[in-house]
């Protein structure tokens, strides 16, 4: 016993009109083809869906029963259809972001909330590791796009600059430098840091020693086999400094404050880019990086195609 889609509409919008002429009004199609294959559907069940009169039609017991079936096949098969037809646009489906920085403010954490807002159907899955380990997920497909500070020359991978964040100092609320509103590179000549030893802190201490060596400073930075979350929550109980990006500073902690630093005019900033493989073909990806050309007003390639 066999029946399509197309039949299930017809005797639904039969019933749901109470006749043939005004359902294949509805459906925009002749009545003779509505009547013919609902004719053919009864043939095939070995049952009569409606009882014909001039005032119309009305089902039968076997309608009755046919179309609560019906009615539940069709809501499936359209939410079937529905569901593949977003996956297919990159609405729906799952896109792993990966990245090695805090997510408590700035752009990546905007740009991850727009993104899901705008696809309230996508799994957005996000993974935080270094950056070796997100290299790794890339050449596994268990990452789709991994967004670092910095930018790395990986020649395997299709990559682009995405944003700039501005540097800020973490410091104790009763540290002198935090009477200033702004900071400067030379301010902090004479301090003492520490950092993580996780993904970014070693990028953040290369990009401190350059700053700082430009004036000459002996600069003295510990890296601690901690946490980025644990070396904070120990400055404000103590004398040190660390420098974090933008998208750490949505979170406090006691006696701690943040303090944007200046080089001679302009603020600090660091790049962040995004890495992802050419031959991904994950419409939730191209999606994905069609906000963020849009968002922060960029151009770049996915699969040879120009985005932007």
Avoid at 74 to 85: C, F, K, N, P, Q
Avoid at 284 to 304: C, E
Wanted: aromatic share 8%; net charge negative.
């Amino acid at each position: 016993m066999s029946f399509d889609i197309r039949q299930l509409r017809y005797v639904l919008a039969a019933a749901d009109h109470g006749g043939f002429y005004r359902a294949a009004r509805a459906l925009n199609i002749d009545q003779s083809t509505l009547s013919r294959a609902i004719l053919r559907l009864e043939r095939t069940l070995g049952a009569e869906l409606f009882i014909r009169s001039r005032a119309g039609v009305s089902p039968t017991d076997a309608g009755l029963q046919f179309l609560r079936g019906a009615r539940t096949m069709l809501a499936s098969a359209d939410r079937m259809v529905e569901a593949s037809r977003a996956a297919g646009l990159g609405k729906a489906g799952i896109l792993t972001i990966g990245f090695n920085s805090s997510v408590s403010a700035g752009h990546l954490r905007a740009t991850l909330i727009e993104a899901q807002r705008a696809n309230p159907d996508l799994a957005i899955e996000g993974m935080e590791a270094d950056r070796n380990t997100l290299f790794a997920g890339l050449d596994s497909d268990a990452v789709d796009i991994a967004i670092l500070l910095g930018e790395v020359e990986r020649c395997e991978y299709l990559h682009a600059a995405f944003w700039s964040e501005r540097v800020f100092v973490a410091l104790a609320s009763d540290h002198p430098l935090a009477a200033r509103d702004i900071v400067h590179w030379t301010d902090l000549r004479d301090q003492r840091f520490i950092l993580s030893a996780a993904d970014p802190g070693p990028d953040i201490r290369d990009m401190l020693l350059g700053r700082l060596w430009k004036s000459g400073a002996d600069t003295s930075i510990a890296l601690h086999a901690v946490s980025r979350e644990a070396v904070l929550s120990m400055i404000g109980e103590t004398d040190f400094l660390s420098i974090v990006c933008e998208g750490s500073t949505g979170t406090q902690y006691p006696n701690l404050v943040y303090r944007p630093v200046h080089g001679e005019q302009d603020p600090a900033l660091i790049t962040y880019s995004g890495y992802w493989r050419q031959d991904n073909g994950n419409p939730a990806l191209k999606r994905f990086l069609d906000l963020v050309r849009r968002r922060y007003q960029l151009s770049f390639t996915h699969n040879g195609e120009e985005i932007g």
